[in-house]
């Protein structure tokens, strides 16, 4: 399916998979309405890729926990971007690693409205164009960590099992529609993901990505673009992807990365 004029919402666009997701949907001609909370990380992204020919973004400056402001960004989209037609799901984050019978509450909670509820909301605000539309497709950023758990990884892992949970329920609820909808559930990929869960700690977050060669946000992007690109009878309904020397969550090949 060919992407020109399309019009793509990517949540999280301010960096990491999020900012790839914009390069790559750009690329291939869309109309982009990209959202984050830091309006002048949107903004750069944006310069850029109107400085490499394309369209001018619409920004959102929108924290999707914030379900009414959801709905009145999604309510309020200028016309050329009002139906959209691809929606990423991208926004979220993981704080800390800490045992969960030792863990914060403030923690759980940014983790569950920001990568469970604030996608619901999204979905919620934008599935209903969809669907009277008979045209669509929602694609999720889950996890490897909706796949299996590890030490410390608990509730950031729960809502990436939920993810995945919402992801197959939304299917068997978008029968009978041509909506599709694509989870891509990357393994450990380079971006400020590290930093955030570690708040601001660069050393610790720098120490993640020195094993083995991670994945790329723009790797994950090329997976997101290719469940967009397929025929219209052809739904892609999870992609795993991995970095070739990570086997499993916990277990990974220290290959090493060169300087
Ligand atoms: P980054 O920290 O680089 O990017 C996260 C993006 O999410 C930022 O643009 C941030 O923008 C946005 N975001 C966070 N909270 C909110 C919010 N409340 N409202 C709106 N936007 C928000 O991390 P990644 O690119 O790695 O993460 C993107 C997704 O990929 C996440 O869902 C993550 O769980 C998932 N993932 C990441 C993996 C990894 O190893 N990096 C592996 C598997 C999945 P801003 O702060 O400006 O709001
Ligand atoms: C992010 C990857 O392994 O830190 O979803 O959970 S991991």
């Not at 903004?43 to 400085?51: G, S, T, W, Y």
Request: glycine share 8%; with cysteine; hydrophobic share 40%.
């Amino acid at each position: 399916m060919r992407l020109k004029d399309k019009v793509a919402l990517v949540t999280g666009a301010s960096a990491g998979i999020g900012q790839a997701c914009a390069e790559a949907f750009a690329k291939e001609g869309c109309r982009l309405v990209l959202a984050a909370r830091r309006r002048d990380r949107l903004e750069a992204v944006a310069d850029r890729l109107a400085a490499d020919g394309g369209t001018r973004p619409h920004l959102v400056e929108l924290d999707v926990r914030d379900r009414q402001a959801v709905n009145a960004a999604v309510d309020s989209l200028p016309p050329p971007w009002r139906e959209i037609d691809i929606l990423v799901n991208n926004a979220g984050l993981s704080r800390g690693l800490d045992r969960l019978h030792e863990g914060s509450h403030v923690d759980w909670e940014e983790m569950i409205d920001t990568n469970v509820k604030g996608l619901l909301w999204v979905s919620r605000a934008v599935l209903p164009g969809m669907v009277a539309r008979d045209r669509g497709h929602v694609i999720n950023v889950g996890s490897i960590a909706g796949h299996q758990v590890y030490q410390g990884g608990n509730v950031y892992c729960a809502t990436k099992f939920a993810v995945q949970a919402l992801s197959r329920g939304l299917r068997l609820d978008l029968l009978g529609t041509r909506v599709r909808c694509s989870t891509v559930d990357p393994g450990m990929v380079q971006t400020e993901f590290s930093e955030v869960r570690f708040r601001g700690d660069r050393d610790r977050a720098d120490k993640v990505y020195r094993s083995f060669p991670p994945l790329t946000a723009a790797d994950v992007a090329d997976a997101i673009v290719y469940c967009a690109t397929r025929p219209s009878h052809v739904a892609v309904q999870e992609i795993v992807l991995m970095p070739q020397d990570q086997g499993a969550v916990y277990a990974s090949h220290p290959r090493g990365v060169p300087d």
